[in-house]
């Protein structure tokens, strides 16, 4: 009988294939997950009605979209982008996102337009710093995890750095939370993006009633 060694399962495999609870399992974690972001996204809407004075019309009255994939770096995850608008160069996004085996966090994600907007001034490093913010220090926007080649605490990064890291064509902060901390979730997300709300407000400016330019597009990544 013909069996290489390279497809024999391990003792560890093995007990996995032959139990179909643990995927089971897994497939109830993914549904709670979903749910928690649905509740979340109705919450953050109601943050957005009374700020809604910080998006143009054609971003404020957008629904949140909800997905979920299998393989960010081989491991599951569920995204919940709200508000959100994708255009090709011009990216206004605040994602929460469920990595399995990671983190719970929440990102800031600009570009074009919007990231010369709302993160053009000196005072936005300060923010970021007192509030315990990670930011974007990577060449790849749709990269999410918190490596040091990807994300660096703000506090940790200079003046002379922050000026390096404007010149990116994208601007990401985000915050994570550890999935041992479930129970924290919605707590940690929510202040998180009562936090993003204010940071947007740093820079706005009352007077201009601008439109999203572009149109929107898909294939936004994990």
Not at 108 to 123: A, V
Not at 193 to 207: K, M, P, V
Request: net charge negative; with cysteine.
């Amino acid at each position: 009988m013909y069996n290489p060694t390279k497809l024999r399962l391990s003792a560890d495999e093995m007990e996995l294939v032959d139990n179909a609870e643990w995927i089971l399992t897994k497939h109830g974690i993914i549904k709670k997950v979903y749910e928690m972001f649905g509740e979340i996204n109705e919450m953050m809407k109601n943050e957005v009605a009374t700020r809604d004075y910080l998006f143009p019309q054609n971003l404020r009255y957008r629904g949140g979209k909800i997905s979920k994939g299998e393989n960010y770096q081989m491991l599951p995850y569920v995204i919940l982008d709200y508000p959100s608008f994708f255009v090709k160069n011009n990216i206004f996004a605040i994602r929460t996102m469920f990595w399995w085996g990671n983190f719970f966090s929440i990102t800031l994600h600009l570009s074009g337009y919007h990231k010369t907007k709302f993160i053009n001034t000196p005072s936005v490093l300060s923010f970021l710093k007192e509030n315990s913010f990670f930011i974007c220090i990577g060449e790849d926007e749709w990269e999410h995890h918190f490596k040091e080649e990807n994300y660096r605490l703000a506090a940790a990064i200079s003046d002379e750095e922050y000026d390096k890291i404007m010149e990116l064509d994208f601007f990401k902060a985000a915050k994570k939370l550890p999935l041992t901390q479930w129970d924290h979730a919605y707590d940690f997300i929510m202040k998180s993006f009562g936090e993003i709300l204010e940071l947007l407000q740093i820079n706005f400016q009352g007077d201009k009633k601008d439109l999203l330019p572009g149109s929107p597009i898909v294939g936004s990544g994990p």
